[in-house]
C-alpha cells in the first residue's frame, strides 16, 4: 500500500490565551496566567482522509482548527501546509494560500451575510480568486449548486430564506466555490434535525469523493464520528490523547477517557438506556490545569506515576496512539456500569 501523503502537520502546537489582570495582580506582581486551548500537539492529517477530532466542549477541538487555518496565531510550534511552513506567515503571504484551507462552521445563519444573494455571494468568491472568467461565472455557480443539492433559484435568494439544512448546504457550496484541498467542518451538523444531520454526512462523504478533498471533521457526536470518519483524534483539556484508525479506537479504545466518552453516548438499545458511564467530576479549570496527566482527577485507574508525570502520546502498534501509563491494564477491562 501506498504510503500517504500529509496535507497538514502540526509540531508540538500551542495556542494559549492570556488572562487579563486586575490592578491588584500587578500589585503583587502575580504572574501572568494562560488558558493552554492547544497544548503541544503534533498530529497529521493526510490527503483525501476524513479525521474526526472529538472531545468535551472545552477541550481545543476548535481552536485546533482555528490554529491550523491561522485564524488564531500559535504561540509556539510549528504548523505546514502541503509541505510548506505557514507558521509565522503573515496575512499577505497566507491570502494566496487561503483558498486551499476553507471552514465550514456550526451555525451557517451567522456565517452567511445576510445582506447578499447565494448568487452574488459565491460570484464574489469566484471573481475574487481568478477562478473562472466573467462569461463563466454562472453556469459556474449552478454546477456548484447542484452538487450540494439545490437549484438556480437559490442565487436569488437571502440565507435568511432557506431552512436550516439548506443553508449548511449554502455554506458548503461557498467553500468548494474555490476548489480547496482542506474543509474544516466545526460542528457542521449539530444544530440540525437528525434526518437533514444524515443528508448533510452524506453529502460530504460524496463531495470528498469526488473532489479529492480532506476533511477535518470537528463533532462531540460519537454516532456521527462513527460514520464518516477515517480516524479519530480524541482531546481533552488542548491535548491528544488517542488517535487512531476509527474501528480501531472504537473495538479497542486504550484511554480511559475514550472509554468512557464512547460508552456516554446515547444508545437505542432500550437494556442500556438507563446505564451511565463511571466518571466524577468536572474538568479542571483549563487555567490550572494538574500535574500529571491531565485526566488523572477523574480516572479510576490514575496512579502516583499518573499524578506527578505526563505520559507521552506514543505508538502503541497499527498506527493506534495513546497518552497513558496504564493503557494495556485496562484495554481489555471496559469500566464498571
Not at 504561540?75 to 491570502?95: A, P, Q, R
Not at 482542506?182 to 457542521?188: F, Q, R, S
Not at 444531520?197 to 454516532?223: E, G, M, P, W, Y
Request: hydrophobic share 35%.
Amino acid at each position: 500500500m501506498a504510503e500517504q501523503k500529509k496535507l497538514v502537520e502540526t509540531e508540538h502546537l500551542k495556542t494559549y490565551f492570556p488572562i487579563k489582570r486586575k490592578i491588584l495582580d500587578y500589585v503583587a506582581r502575580k504572574p501572568q496566567k494562560y488558558v493552554k486551548a492547544v497544548d503541544d500537539i503534533s498530529i497529521e492529517v493526510y490527503e483525501n482522509e476524513i479525521l474526526g477530532l472529538v472531545g468535551e466542549s472545552g477541550c481545543g477541538k476548535s481552536t485546533l482548527a482555528r490554529t491550523i487555518l491561522r485564524l488564531n496565531d500559535p504561540t509556539d510550534g510549528k504548523i505546514e501546509f502541503n509541505g510548506t511552513d505557514i507558521t509565522h506567515m503573515s496575512n499577505k503571504e497566507l491570502k494566496p494560500m487561503r483558498r486551499n484551507m476553507q471552514m465550514v462552521f456550526q451555525d451557517p445563519y451567522s456565517s452567511l451575510d445576510p445582506r447578499v444573494t447565494i448568487g452574488d455571494m459565491l460570484k464574489t468568491e469566484l471573481l475574487y480568486h481568478n477562478l473562472c472568467k466573467p462569461e463563466q461565472v454562472h453556469q459556474r455557480i449552478l454546477d456548484i449548486l447542484t452538487e450540494v443539492g439545490m437549484d438556480e433559484e437559490a442565487t436569488k435568494r437571502y440565507p435568511s430564506e432557506f431552512s436550516g439544512g439548506q443553508r449548511q448546504r449554502i455554506a458548503i457550496a461557498r467553500a468548494l466555490a474555490v476548489d480547496p484541498q482542506l474543509v474544516i467542518a466545526d460542528e457542521p451538523v449539530s444544530a440540525l434535525d437528525v434526518s437533514i444531520q444524515a443528508q448533510i454526512l452524506n453529502l460530504l462523504k460524496v463531495l470528498r469523493k469526488d473532489h479529492n478533498l480532506t476533511i477535518l471533521f470537528i463533532t462531540h457526536d460519537l454516532s456521527v464520528v462513527r460514520h464518516i470518519s477515517d480516524r479519530i483524534c480524541v482531546m481533552y483539556l488542548g491535548k491528544v490523547v488517542e488517535l487512531g484508525e476509527t474501528e480501531d479506537v472504537f473495538n479497542q479504545r486504550l484511554h480511559p477517557y475514550t472509554d468512557i466518552l464512547l460508552r456516554s453516548a446515547p444508545s437505542l438499545d432500550p437494556r442500556n438506556r438507563a446505564k451511565k458511564a463511571l466518571i466524577e467530576g468536572n474538568p479542571p479549570s483549563p487555567i490550572d490545569l494538574p500535574p500529571g496527566c491531565r485526566f488523572n482527577p477523574r480516572c479510576p485507574y490514575a496512579t502516583e506515576e499518573c499524578r506527578t508525570t505526563e505520559p507521552e502520546l506514543k505508538d502503541v502498534g497499527n498506527k493506534h496512539w495513546v497518552a497513558c501509563y496504564h493503557y494495556q491494564d485496562h484495554s481489555n477491562v471496559k469500566l464498571t456500569l
